[in-house]
């Protein structure tokens, strides 16, 4: 079995350019895995009439994805920097705040999440992020769109710098909230039990978003190996490490790894470290509201 290690195929991606989906490795064309430690961020002054300078890397963009997913980036905010105010008329998001606060806004409503936080933003809602903090904020995002690589945005002119804070929120949010999950004895027939818990089904969003997971591998279990011939998902390892097998590659991940898990493939992941895995699964339908499952019946903890 070939396996690929992402962290000996480091040398001499350093230079790689931000446009367009880069890999560890390659399956038909398509890129396995994405880090971010190998990416260079781009800096995107004004975002959406943002105050400040923010950074941003494409992750994964449309054309890996059969599906309308659209896109996966990180970003990085620096303090007194926005993402000002904008809506989409035809695509849905979600933002994860991941190590610090911030203040979100969504239909002119600004209210401070805190570190861990994700926010659902659907077709039509205005939205936006303002970091107030004295830290640099890293952000995660997702995207679908109505019609397959045809994103839109329309700017307010708002860099919310100035908002008045509400609480609780009055907009759709959750929390990566390890207290809230369950477990779930061998997943797609995996080994042992993982903690779980889907945090927004597809009745959460207007386009063909089927779900978003957050999950916790202890060390010694797995999601099996399995197929979806109507759904893509994405797995991001926001921390921990493991092993990913994509269409029979196995190769090891770990923190910032997105994997694209397309059309048909057939991927699991294992927890072969010392410590847990945490894991955040986006999925999009080729059609909204269908969704299926071939499990393999193999644990992979034997790649």
Known sequence: MRRRKALKTLTGLG?????????????????????????PYQDVPDCHDGAGTIK???????TTFDTNFHAVSRAEIPPGCSIGEHLHRHMEEMFIILNAPAQFTVNGHTS?????????????????????????L?????????????????NFGDDLTNKTVESPPPFLWSNLDNRLLKPAANAHKGKGSILFRRMWNRDTFNTNWEFVDHCLLPPDTSIGYHQHNMIEEVYYIASGRGRMTVNDQTWDVG??????CTLHDSHGLYNNGSEDIMLIVCSCGVEKG?????????????R
Do not use: M
């Not at 560890?24 to 994405?34: D, N, R």
């Not at 679908?144 to 329309?154: F, I, L, M, Q, R």
């Not at 269908?290 to 034997?302: C, F, H, P």
């Open 56 to 62: 941003l890397v494409s992750l994964i963009d449309h």
């Open 255 to 260: 923190p910032g790894d997105a994997v694209p």
């Open 15 to 39: 230079s790689l350019a931000v446009g367009g989906a880069q890999a560890f490795a390659k399956q038909e064309g398509k890129p396995l895995s994405v880090n971010t430690r190998i990416k």
């Open 112 to 136: 401070e999440l805190p570190a861990g936080s994700c926010a659902a933003c659907l077709k039509g809602q205005s939205h936006g992020i303002y970091n107030p903090t004295d830290q640099t």
């Open 290 to 302: 269908k969704r299926d499952t071939n499990n393999w019946g193999d644990d992979l903890s034997s």
């Open 138 to 154: 890293q952000w995660l995002y997702f995207a679908v769109t109505e019609e397959k690589g045809k994103g839109d945005a329309v």
